[in-house]
T-cell receptor
């Protein structure tokens, strides 16, 4: 199956710093990628849809200035958590669908665990 | 309203027994897709099974089967012959046509614990 990678797999940072997380589709092109956030023992919450060559679409309640998304190429989307605070500590997962249609498989990255001190 | 509802926060099953994880969904679309994913403690999302809204037969993938009852809007996952390695979080998810079949929305999940 197709592979989606994320880097870094974990990061610890100080409050107030910015953190960039990369999501790459390794063997297919992804015009769309999705960013999810998962708090401990909770579900995956969709944060935004990353669109190659255009602005990301954010879900209601997600601060676009806080979570900057850039989809600069067909294989790379980045999520930057700006001025991170402890409440931003979470597990961030990206995914990319392969093809169109209701049954097309969506491939997930392994996730990035962010801890803000 | 919740798009995907999983009412069982936790389930226990003995090894080799079957277990059913419940999922109900809410959509006004005629065309949609339903998915089940497994998330072990490592955090990776593992695709288990897919059911299309127009599929007449219940989906099966090895020990996994999906009990699809369209009129009741339910898509329960049945795991037969449970194994210790099945202990994980299980998420039901849906993709609707009005989003271009792009967005995948998840339920709250069910934690399954398989005991020896």
């Amino acid at each position: 199956g197709a592979v989606v990678s994320q880097h870094p797999s974990w990061v610890i940072c100080k409050s107030g710093t910015s953190v960039k997380i990369e999501c790459r589709s390794l063997d297919f092109q992804a015009t769309t990628m999705f960013w999810y956030r998962q708090f401990p023992k909770q579900s995956l919450m969709l944060m935004a849809t990353s669109n190659e060559g255009s602005k990301a679409t954010y879900e209601q309640g997600v601060e676009k200035d806080k979570f900057l998304i850039n989809h600069a190429s067909l294989t790379l989307s980045t999520l930057t958590v700006t001025s991170a605070h402890p409440e931003d500590s979470s597990f961030y997962i990206c995914s990319a669908p392969l093809g169109q249609g209701p049954g097309n498989e969506q491939f997930f990255g392994p996730g990035t665990r962010l801890t803000v001190l | 309203a919740q798009k995907i509802t999983q009412t069982q926060p936790g389930m226990f099953v003995q090894e080799k027994e079957a277990v059913t994880l419940d999922c109900t969904y809410d959509t006004s679309d005629q065309s949609y897709g339903l998915f089940w994913y497994k998330q072990p403690s490592s955090g990776e999302m593992i695709f288990l099974i897919y059911q299309g809204s127009y599929d007449e037969q219940n989906a099966t993938e090895g020990r996994y089967s999906l009990n699809f009852q369209k009129a009741r809007k339910s898509a329960n996952l049945v795991i037969s012959a449970s194994q210790l390695g099945d202990s994980a979080m299980y998420f039901c998810a849906m993709r609707e046509s009005y989003t271009g079949f792009q967005k995948l929305v998840f339920g709250t999940g069910t934690r399954l614990l398989v005991s020896p």
